[in-house]
């Protein structure tokens, strides 16, 4: 198995001037993550380590949580 590829942090602005941030990894076709209501990106590290080998995936922040305004 390959080596997981580093993970960046990342944020781009809304429409409301809201910081939206999200983590990405890997190469490949995107793939997007999105966590429930109680969680923040990093529930989804090591899923996104282990699809970050064959895909680059994007883990957003909701509104109001971990990387997000």
Do not use: C, N, W
Request: hydrophobic share 30%; glycine share 14%.
């Amino acid at each position: 198995m390959k080596d997981a590829p580093r993970t960046v942090h990342e944020q781009v602005r809304s429409a409301d001037g809201t910081t939206i941030g999200y983590r990405r990894s890997g190469r490949g076709p995107g793939l997007i993550l999105v966590h429930g209501g109680m969680q923040a990106s990093q529930h989804f590290t090591k899923l996104a380590a282990a699809l970050s080998t064959e895909f680059t995936v994007y883990v957003p922040d909701r509104r109001g949580r971990g990387l997000s305004g």
